[in-house]
């Protein structure tokens, strides 16, 4: 019985994951696409007329 509790963590994070991406599919998109898109389209707008150079964060 020590190999069930050895694969059981990874056989939960395997299924916890799995959720978590498709929670994360389904999120996208929907009623508030477009007023998510208008924000950073505002945003980049904003950055550009001020004369900044856009930036990306973490890369």
Same mark, same amino acid.
């Given at each position: /019985?020590?190999?069930?509790?050895?694969?059981? =963590? =990874?056989? #939960?994070?395997?299924? @916890?994951?799995? %959720?978590?991406?498709?929670? /994360?599919?389904?999120?996208?998109?929907? @009623?508030?696409?477009?007023?998510?898109? %208008?924000?950073?389209?505002?945003? #980049? @707008?904003?950055?550009?007329?001020?004369?900044?150079?856009?930036?990306?964060?973490? %890369?």
């Amino acid at each position: /019985m020590d190999y069930v509790a050895a694969l059981f =963590p =990874p056989a #939960l994070m395997a299924v @916890a994951f799995t %959720a978590l991406i498709v929670v /994360m599919v389904k999120s996208q998109g929907g @009623a508030n696409k477009a007023k998510e898109d %208008a924000a950073v389209d505002a945003a #980049l @707008a904003e950055s550009t007329a001020s004369g900044q150079e856009p930036t990306t964060r973490g %890369a």
